[in-house]
């Protein structure tokens, strides 16, 4: 992958404001093929139709009926392995041994920046946006 435009995101956030915002920035970093999903419920729906080829899933973790947690531990199960992103206010250790514990493969704490958003999909897609 050579860049943002050529991932295919999933943004899972049931806050219309964080929904709106997180798509701003991932647009403003040339994401295209971006799809969201305002509950976990909807977003496994989504995922099982394409039969889980995102390349990312941007995820909140507090959701109500199905949390980021409850999405991560469905999807693995399903032995989808989508890079997923965990967007939590719970920074907790507790909680990040939990999210590793079901092979998340990075979070960020909320609030987050721009920056820190492109920082970590630089990380997780070794992409070079130069």
């Known amino acids: ?10 943004l899972v956030e049931d806050d219309t404001y964080s ?3 997180t798509q701003m920035m ?5 994401v295209e093929k971006l799809e969201t999903a305002n ?8 995922i099982q139709q394409v039969k889980g ?11 109500p009926e199905v949390t ?3 999405l991560l531990k469905a999807i693995r199960e399903m032995g989808v392995r989508t ?20 092979r998340v493969d990075a979070y960020i704490a909320k609030p987050f920046s721009s920056l820190q958003l492109k920082q970590k999909l630089i990380a997780l897609f070794n992409i070079r946006p130069w």
């Open 83 to 102: 890079k997923f992103l965990m967007l939590t206010s719970n920074a907790g250790k507790e909680f990040v041994l939990q999210a590793r514990e079901h």
């Open 68 to 70: 980021g947690l409850d």
């Open 1 to 10: 992958m050579t860049d943002f435009k050529d991932l295919w995101v999933l």
């Open 19 to 21: 929904q709106r915002m």
């Open 53 to 63: 080829h995102y390349d990312l899933i941007v995820s909140d973790w507090n959701m």
């Open 26 to 30: 991932l647009r403003q970093y040339g």
């Open 39 to 46: 509950n976990g419920a909807k977003a496994l729906e989504m």
